[in-house]
């Protein structure tokens, strides 16, 4: 069964001696704008690219606003601490997640704390996330979240559209504001993908993206923060470019600002990407349904997108029997030049937050032993 998976993988590519898990295309304007960025001089933060890119992600997402960041983990830091997330503060995160999700509530000094996921959707559960607060936290008379554990604000939650499949967004908004919870949506995988019609990233507070090269769309490196909120947006955009206070030529800073700033080169390509984002969702729809007829008569399943949304689907992946059959499957691929990997290792299995407080964690336990992602390099 595994040579028959690896010969299929090998077809729909055209056989090569090694095939990696997700490639970038480049198929449009990418080197004309990124030599008019380098004749323009105007390669860092200024140029006309950055606000370009901003503009197309603001309205193919359907936000306000949108904040080009240096990458995704930038733009989540910047995100949190829109929301106000500080020392004394907790977040609520799903453990089943990149380690960016952990890391960015972690460079805000505030403490993570893991509720499971739905095994169909692979992201944060509305319902485990509903009994987790119902039984630890109570809204205080300032209108807080207070955990009854640690005696400390649960200021924000970020659940996470993982592969680009969405996660019952509606439902977690809905329980977060009602125990005066932010959503941080970390969107940096479902750019393309929708909840009922709506773009992920847009539910929350503030949503955020990654261009990382391995995304749907790239700009090497780069990530973007969407809100509909005009005073988070400029705060995001300040904050983001060291907080330096326009003056024609002084400089005045006026408070410890970042330099997450995307460059101009950079959004050059993210422009250029862009223009074929609609086409690559496409095609990586079509691949995920070759891959889920061929599945069928194996005794795998390939993960589908979870009802009530359209996933683009980003990374795909298959649920093996068990940890046995998922190594198996690991190594054969592997071993014969078809790049596969295990989903990630739980948040809290890792020694950075091995003391972080759980929710019942049993489905991420189960799909961390079975999920594998496979070949997803968009196919033109
Ligand atoms: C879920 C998730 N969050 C955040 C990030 C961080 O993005 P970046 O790599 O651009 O910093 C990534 C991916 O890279 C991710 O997959």
Known sequence: MHKEIVDFIQDI?????????????????????????????????????????????????????????????????????????????EVITQPLTFIATANAITYCNAKPIFVDVDRDTLGLSASKLKSFLEENTFVNENGECINKASNKVIKACVPMHTFGHVCKIDEIVALCDEYNIAVVEDAAESLGSYYKG???????????????????????????????????????????????????????????????????????????????????????????????????????????????????????????KDKESRDAFLKYTNDNGVMTRSIWRLMNKLEMFKDAQCGDLSNAEWLEDRVVNISSSVVL
């Open 13 to 89: 590519y055209g056989a090569k001696d090694f095939l990696p898990l997700h490639e970038p295309r480049f198929i449009g304007n990418e080197k004309k704008y990124i030599n008019e960025a380098i004749d323009s001089t105007f390669v860092s933060s200024v140029g006309k690219y950055v606000t370009q890119f901003e503009e197309m992600m603001a309205k193919f997402v359907g936000s306000k606003y949108a904040i080009a960041t240096s990458n995704g983990t930038s733009a989540l830091h910047i995100g949190l601490k829109l929301v106000g997330v500080d020392e004394n503060s």
């Open 198 to 320: 709506q773009h992920t990233g847009t539910f929350g507070k503030v949503g955020i993206f990654s261009f990382n090269g391995n995304k749907v769309i790239t700009t090497g490196g780069g990530g973007m923060i969407v809100t509909d909120d005009e005073a988070l947006a400029k705060r995001a955009k300040h904050i983001t470019t060291t907080a330096k206070v326009p003056h024609p030529y002084e400089y005045i800073h006026d408070e410890v600002g970042y330099n997450y700033r995307l460059t101009n080169l950079a959004a050059a390509l993210g422009v250029a990407q862009m223009e074929s984002l609609e086409l690559f969702v496409e095609k990586q729809r079509d691949l995920a349904f070759k891959y889920q007829t061929f599945f069928k008569d194996l005794d795998i399943e390939f993960i589908r997108e979870p009802k009530d949304s359209t996933s683009n689907y980003w990374l795909n992946a298959v649920l093996l």
